[in-house]
């Protein structure tokens, strides 16, 4: 059987484990971690100058070291940039796997939105990245990762004999939700800060109704809809039962999701996180489709989804907490079933400040969100080096840093930001960046040594932090 991307991930794990066993006697010596200038793959002034700004306010000199690390590690390693058909195009790999996923190639670039104004080349990159994402929503909106070469096969091991209706340029055909609300969050974060059309052309807006128009199928009113999946798998969350078209349903007015954005497949297919996502997401289309192009008609389309599925939120999402309250569920069936949980990828319940779905200080949020940090959660992992929220994908007590980074900028007091900064300190395993996930007990036995997404979350927090807290960043972590 061919081996799949866990099978896959774990080798890559035991690999960098290998390789960073050497590094972690010397990394005390706090050497850069990054490529040389001349074999980095893209450069920004303001990005170098950024760097500089932040680690002057970071006292301590590891986490400084991680920073420098982490913060350009997408623009290093993971960007492709060139022209296509006389435009820019940009390309961005996930770090150790050749393709690019929507979901992570728009979270990748999130940390250096705020400086797109500030350099041409930089502006460049975003405009290009948000062509080649309306390009792969065109070849087929229920892909989650793409190809660079829009008419290859996919080269990647686990998707070559799945059964669903492969199309050239696509990696891996899981229909995840979030992958359509990621571009659709980056096209509105560009045009917010620059007000400028150059990317919303015809190609742009094709795309984006064909995303609503994705959206508005998975809602299943009338029949199953055109999607289903199937892979032989060792995992059974690699797969769909029923044929390919996952578990039953009653119709209620909620987008099917027939995979987390972890790449996991739902127990139950009305994903709340990625519901809620959508909500938010269709009304920020919105504005971009009348500020940029005058196109009323597609703005209120998305508006009218984005109320329709948040009335259903409201009636059918909300579970007990155990304590007398509500909070959201994690998936729900539609029939009254439902489980509460949360996945250290994002969207997830955790995430859905850090997305700005909601308000951080959001009453249903907070309790949302310290439920999910707790034993009721099953992916919630507490060891002997930290606190975190893992999830199926690689097991049972492995914690993923996005997940202590994201608690970190949920968090109201500096006690929590302080403790979640040592964890991401002190389980690194000597490398100098975040990992997919590491062992609870032993930093050591982590996964993926190269995953952009982690460190660009990463830099994120640290860059917030230097904007709105540098009080904690100035003392002892």
């Known amino acids: 059987m061919t081996p799949n991307r866990r099978q896959i991930m774990a080798g890559a794990g035991a690999a960098a484990l290998t390789a960073a066993m050497p590094r972690m006697a010397s990394a005390a010596a706090f050497v850069s971690k990054r490529p040389s200038p001349a074999k980095r793959n893209f450069t920004s002034p303001a990005i170098e100058a950024e760097i500089v700004r932040v680690k002057r306010a970071i006292a301590d000199p590891e986490l400084a070291w991680l920073f420098e690390n982490c913060y350009p590690n997408t623009l290093d390693t993971t960007v492709q940039t060139g022209m296509l058909e006389g435009q820019p195009d940009t390309f961005v790999i996930t770090g150790d796997i050749e393709a690019m996923w929507l979901r992570d190639s728009s979270a990748q670039v999130q940390p250096y939105i705020h400086l797109v104004d500030k350099d041409p080349k930089l502006k460049r990159l975003f405009q290009g990245l948000i062509q080649r994402q309306a390009r792969c929503i065109l070849i087929d909106p229920y892909a989650n990762a793409f190809d660079k070469d829009p008419t290859a096969p996919s080269k990647l091991e686990w998707s070559e004999t799945d059964k669903t209706d492969m199309k050239p340029g696509v990696a891996e055909r899981k229909w995840e939700i979030d992958s359509l609300c990621y571009p659709m969050r980056l096209s509105h974060e560009y045009w917010t800060r620059t007000r400028d059309k150059t990317p919303f052309d015809d190609r742009w807006s094709a795309a984006m109704k064909l995303a609503v128009q994705t959206f508005r199928e998975q809602q299943r009113k009338e029949d199953r809809g055109p999607y289903h999946f199937q892979r032989q798998a ?62 009323e008609g597609a703005a209120r389309e998305a508006e009218a989804l ?9 009636d059918h999402a909300l579970i007990p907490d155990g304590k007398g309250g509500q909070v959201w569920a994690y998936e729900i069936d539609g029939m009254g079933n439902w489980v509460f949980m949360d996945d250290a990828n994002v969207p997830s319940l955790s995430g859905l400040a850090l997305l700005g779905v909601v308000d951080k200080d959001d009453a249903l949020f907070r309790r949302t969100a310290d439920l999910a940090w707790s034993d009721r959660n099953p992916y919630f992992f507490a060891g002997k080096a930290a606190e975190g929220i893992g999830g199926p994908h690689i097991g049972l007590d492995m914690i993923w840093p996005m997940s202590i980074i994201t608690h970190a900028m949920n968090a109201r007091d500096d006690a929590t930001i302080r403790q979640c900064l040592h964890w991401l300190k002190t389980t690194h395993a000597g490398t100098g960046f975040m990992h997919e996930s590491f062992n609870k007990d032993d930093p050591a036995n982590f996964t993926r040594s190269w995953f952009a997404w982690a460190n660009a979350l990463f830099g994120q927090l640290i860059v917030q932090l230097a904007d709105t807290r540098p009080d904690i960043l100035a003392g002892k972590i």
């Open 306 to 314: 984005a109320q329709e599925v948040e009335g259903a939120l409201r």
């Open 234 to 295: 060792f995992s059974p969350t690699d797969t769909l039962m029923l044929g390919g078209y996952g578990r039953p349903t009653k119709k209620i007015g909620l987008i099917h999701s027939m995979f987390r954005p972890s790449d996991d497949a739902c127990l139950y297919p009305f994903l709340i996180p990625s519901n809620l996502f959508a909500v938010s997401v269709l009304r920020r289309i919105a504005e971009v489709h009348r500020g940029a192009r005058g196109d």
